[in-house]
């Protein structure tokens, strides 16, 4: 069963509007999320992380928000810009600490000018 | 400039040609780990270390080898490729404390590998 799931497999948002990626997970002992994101022909690269004893972490126009009551978090990009149009993973260290990562399936964000 | 490089980045081989995809990051990471990206399916683990001679298996061990012979280097060897490992594979490095939160991770450009 996936530990971590992105539901939505593509968004598509105006330019300065608001983009809302969601990820729900399903072990409430992890204990940090991180969201990453890939352009084409790229490795992934580090976006912004939120520690589980936080509700909220903001970076610029990036902001991550965590429920731990119905283990879901989402990021929040705002305003939105062409050169965000990316595709985006939630993931969560497999069992704390420094363990390796589980990834979801990944969300692609289209900002359209 | 601190990076993680992988060649090639491009490979077409046939079923059953051993081959090998080397992997060298030049941040002095412990933590080393090589994934496979497929559509719909995101991002799998195949293999992990934690530091030299240190190595573990992730989600997708099978039909994949590495060694971890020297900090900066992390091979992925594929002894007898078959189709279903075409795939987008990517090497990644971190600091790793084996304590508290965890290190963000540095990934490589990616290598598409073609099995025929």
């Known amino acids: 069963d996936q530990q971590v799931k992105q539901n939505s497999p593509s968004l598509s948002v105006q330019e300065g509007r608001i983009s809302i990626l969601n990820c729900d997970y399903t072990n409430s002992m992890f204990d940090y999320f991180l969201w990453y994101k890939k352009y084409p022909a790229e490795g992934p690269t580090f976006l912004i992380s939120?520690?589980?004893?936080?509700d909220k972490n903001e970076d610029g126009r990036f902001t991550v928000f965590l429920n731990k009551s119905a283990k879901h978090l989402s990021l929040h990009i705002v305003p939105s810009q062409p050169g965000d149009s990316a595709v985006y993973f939630c993931a969560v260290p497999d069992q704390g600490g420094n363990t390796p990562l589980v990834f979801g399936k990944g969300t692609r964000l289209s900002v359209i000018a | 400039e601190a990076q993680v490089t992988q060649n090639p980045r491009y490979l077409i081989t046939v079923t059953g040609k051993k081959l090998t995809v080397t992997c060298s990051q030049n941040m002095n990471h412990e933590y080393m780990s090589w994934y496979r990206q497929d559509p719909g399916l995101g991002l799998r683990q195949i293999y992990y270390?934690?530091?030299?001679?240190?190595?573990d298996k992730g989600d997708v061990p099978e039909g994949y080898k590495v060694s971890r012979k020297e900090k900066r280097n992390f091979p992925l060897i594929l002894e007898s490729p078959s189709p279903n490992q075409t795939s987008l594979y990517f090497c990644?490095?971190?600091?790793?404390?084996?304590?508290?939160?965890?290190?963000?991770?540095?990934f490589g450009p990616g290598t598409r590998l073609t099995v025929t």
């Open positions: 270390s934690m530091n030299v001679e240190v190595t």
């Open positions: 939120i520690s589980s004893i936080k």
């Open positions: 990644a490095s971190s600091l790793t404390s084996g304590q508290g939160d965890p290190y963000e991770q540095y």
